[in-house]
């Protein structure tokens, strides 16, 4: 799995730079991508994809339960998009990272008010991904597949200058972090806290 995710990350880096351009930033890979905001990389599309992995993952857990597999994983994945986003929130404010747009200085750190490290949303994806790919991966290694969600979206940021290349894989890095750790609790955070009628599942009813 770790090995599958180095793949996944060198992809990244080579669909998203040249060997023309000098990088900065504390790997040296990081610059300014060519502005694209167009076709499958328009920012609205990125936004729906945001939208759809979270209505996915509350309305999934919601109707299927946590006493279903595919429900259990989705309460595992409300766990970790959670943990996730406070985490990388948190990143952003002690780091202070400027944005590409703001200014094409990946080495503009600690600075009042910018947020650019990690990517909060390739984080989302990843955390979204990865309980169902540990929970599945023995049965269906085609689950890995899933893995082009964050990939999409972590090339998707740098095009539209919200990110650098560290900084989609650093969120990449969290949200997978905190799902893999996720995916190892048998009863979820979230499971434990809310009433046992919530978790049970709406389709149990019908």
């Known amino acids: ?9 060198g992809v990244v880096l080579s669909a998203a730079s040249a060997p023309t351009h000098a990088g900065g930033g504390p790997l040296g890979i990081d610059y300014e991508l060519k502005y694209d905001d167009a076709g499958i990389w328009k920012r609205g599309y990125q936004l729906n994809l945001e939208y759809a992995v979270l209505g996915t993952t509350g309305i999934g857990a919601l109707w299927l339960g946590n006493e279903d597999a595919l429900g259990h994983a989705f309460w595992q994945d ?5 943990i996730s986003a406070v ?10 990272r ?37 929970d599945y991966m023995k049965q269906d290694p085609w689950i890995a597949a899933l893995e082009v969600l964050p990939l999409y979206d972590a090339i998707a940021r740098m095009k539209v200058h919200d990110h650098w290349q560290t900084d989609v894989i650093g969120g990449w890095l969290v949200g997978t972090g905190v799902g893999y ?20 599942g709406i389709s149990t009813h019908f």
């Open 1 to 9: 799995m770790i090995s599958r995710w180095l793949v996944i990350l």
């Open 78 to 82: 409300i766990d970790a998009e959670a």
């Open 87 to 96: 985490a990388a929130q948190g990143l952003k404010y002690a780091f202070g």
């Open 98 to 134: 400027a944005r590409p747009f703001q200014g094409d200085n990946p080495n503009t750190w600690f600075h009042n008010g910018d947020q650019s490290f990690p990517s909060g949303e390739v984080a989302l994806q990843a955390a979204f991904v990865t309980p169902i790919i540990f």
């Open 181 to 200: 750790w996720s995916s190892t609790l048998k009863v979820p955070l979230v499971v434990r806290i809310l009433p046992g009628g919530l978790t049970i």
